[in-house]
């Protein structure tokens, strides 16, 4: 596969491995809790940080548990403004640097180079925190887009990539422009092969115009693909006993194990009266839907402009907000119905006004849903304009107007109303049933052969909230474990187990208990993993902080499975070679933080 070079690139290939890990810090008075509870790191969160380090900080608690990506990140367009400033441990690093131009600017023939640089470490930490069925989207105009794919080839994976989208941003002309710029670019990767997200992700209303044939195959997904992949080449039995291998010339749509689970499901449909190769049924909700396509109107999914005036209302006493061009969150809304489920975790580091939570909360309102967000904004207007872009739209906001709301969209000919008017009638009334309460009044429209049913509010003082909470987070000084020799900046208990569970496993943890006489922490199928510690600089030069036998004893009493033991303390009292006959590996802290892969 070829590989796009780039300056600085050898140097920041690995930078961040070497990103110091930072404990969150929750700020009370400026998170919104759910009433009757503290603010919290399992809820949602906006953390103030250089996103670099905020998504260091997160691996310990949050590696391979996000569901979807988004991020907006600058198109280095040489108007933006941005920095580049990565502290790379490279004195030619730093002496280019120190000679280069910042803020990055049209006349910087390097920065194509700096943008890469940047972009190269957060997309590697991104990807960690990826799920194994997770979905990863990026905005971009031509200034970038073309870079851009070359690097998450090389870091997902060539095979990752889903596709490249056109998203129509405007939908006005610029006449000084050779060419007057309509869309942005929308690219998709995925962590695990792409015909296996396709059977997870979700699909999009549908028009009402489609084929209504009585086929037995209606509504449901070939369970094939293009190309060949070894793992998903086998032979398949169908309810009638016929033998069946892929089609000629391509495979099935993933692997055996996974087909077996889609049985269980009872997802897969065999057409021809048991006889035909299988198909895969939608998930329930989902027998009127279409695949997403590439072209993404803004009819659709929203423009800049109307973004922009959304914005505004939200923020009605103030005259300018410095974010030029927001995505409308209609656009990041259809992302998240493709791409997560109940519970998803959604993650957005390059946060800006705040767009991405609002999408979730709105899609919550609408589903019922519970995913999860998580922004990241280094800019000093993360709690001023991103956080209280969040706090508004959960509680409510000043605004005096008329508020509206698409609650429904297909395309629609008259042929085709005529046919199915009952059908279409019904569904409208439906959606008058559930969110009639919630409007003044709901608009039913046909207009270029697209029905649409708005919803339609007055608001004379405040628009309504959609409810919902989050914790707002700074980040801490380095969990440094040097420090633990001076006793300066002890982390604390609950920060540093996360920190050496996350690098003695490379998995996070779920959740932080008490300590315990056996000094548990978690496991992981392998290993279970111990840590006696106190933010204490006298107890740490205690004996009450080493591994004795009477921890080993309460250690072995625990470990029902047999499995190994990691034993994180700052020393031990008895010998490494009766450890190991124990199934025991001591780690000494400071020195001996590492992960351990189980050679």
């Known amino acids: ?44 969160l906006i953390i103030h940080g250089d996103n670099l380090e905020a998504l260091k900080a997160l691996l310990p608690t949050h590696a391979g548990k996000v569901d979807c990506i988004f991020i907006d990140p600058p198109y280095n367009t040489g108007n933006e403004g941005w920095c580049y400033n990565d502290n790379v441990r490279s004195p030619l690093m730093k002496e280019w640097l120190k ?13 194509h180079d700096k943008w890469l640089c940047m972009m190269w470490p957060r997309i590697n930490l ?62 998709l990767y995925t962590k695990g092969l792409p015909d296996s997200w ?26 094939s693909a293009q190309g060949y992949r070894k793992n998903q080449v086998y032979k398949i039995t169908t309810p009638t006993g016929l033998i069946l291998d ?21 997802r897969v449909y065999w057409p021809k009266n048991g006889n035909g190769r299988p198909r895969i049924k939608p998930i329930e909700g989902q027998d009127k839907a279409l695949v997403p396509n590439t072209l993404w109107l803004a009819s659709e999914v929203g423009d800049t402009e109307t973004s922009k005036k959304r914005l505004m209302e939200i923020f009605s006493e103030r005259d300018e907000l410095g974010i030029h061009a927001p995505k409308p969150h209609e656009l990041v809304e259809r992302i998240i119905q493709i791409s997560t489920s109940t519970n998803s975790v959604v993650l957005d580091s390059f946060a800006g006004s705040g767009t991405t939570a609002h999408s979730v909360l709105e899609a919550n309102k609408k589903d019922g849903l519970n995913r999860r967000f998580i922004l990241v904004e280094c800019e000093d207007y993360a709690d001023s304009l991103t956080a209280e872009r969040v706090r508004r739209v959960i509680k409510g906001y000043p605004y005096a107007g008329t508020q ?46 697209v029905l649409t049913v708005t919803g339609e509010r007055k608001v004379k003082e405040t628009a309504p909230g959609l409810g919902g909470s989050f914790t707002y987070c700074v980040l801490g000084e380095p969990i440094d474990i040097e420090s633990l020799l001076t006793g300066k900046n002890l982390p604390s208990f609950e920060a540093l187990a996360r920190y050496v569970f996350y690098t003695a496993t490379g998995q996070s943890l779920e959740k932080v208990g008490k300590p315990a006489p056996d000094g548990l922490i978690g496991e992981t199928e392998l290993f279970r993993v111990h840590l006696f510690y106190q933010p204490n ?63």
């Open 126 to 187: 991104l990807y960690e925190l990826l799920s194994e069925n997770g979905s990863f989207w990026i905005t971009l105009d031509d200034n970038e887009v073309h870079h851009a794919r070359k690097i998450l080839d090389e870091i997902f994976g060539e095979e990752c990539c889903v596709g490249q989208l056109a998203w129509q941003k405007r939908t006005s002309r610029e006449n000084r422009a050779a060419l007057s710029p309509s869309i942005d670019h929308l690219l």
């Open 537 to 599: 600089r006298e107890w740490l030069r205690s004996n009450d902080s080493a591994l004795n036998a009477e921890r080993v004893t309460a250690i072995e009493q625990g470990n029902k499975g047999g499995k190994r033991a990691i034993v994180f303390a700052v020393a031990k009292f008895m010998s490494q070679k009766e450890l190991t006959s124990r199934r025991i590996e001591f780690c000494q802290l400071p020195y001996a933080v590492h992960r351990i892969l189980g050679d």
């Open 99 to 111: 000679k280069a131009a910042n803020p990055v600017d049209k006349e910087d023939l390097e920065r």
């Open 246 to 266: 892929p089609p000629k010339g391509r495979c099935w749509g993933a692997t055996e194990s996974e087909f077996e689970k889609l049985k269980a499901q009872e």
């Open 1 to 44: 596969m070829p590989t796009l070079e780039f300056k600085g690139k050898q140097f920041v290939y690995s930078h961040h491995l070497g990103v110091p890990f930072r404990e969150l810090q929750v700020v009370p008075d400026k998170s919104l809790p759910a009433d009757g509870k503290k603010p919290s790191l399992d809820d949602n």
């Open 404 to 449: 509206r709301m698409e609650l429904y969209r297909e395309n629609i000919t008259w042929s085709t109303f005529e046919k199915k008017q009952a059908k279409v009638l019904e569904h409208i009334a439906s959606i008058e049933n559930l969110h009639g309460h919630e409007y003044d009044t709901i608009k039913k429209q046909i207009k270029d052969g």
């Open 198 to 223: 396709r059977l997870k992700r979700n699909l999009i209303r549908a028009s009402a115009d489609g084929d209504e044939s009585d086929s037995d195959t209606k509504g449901t997904i070939p369970f």
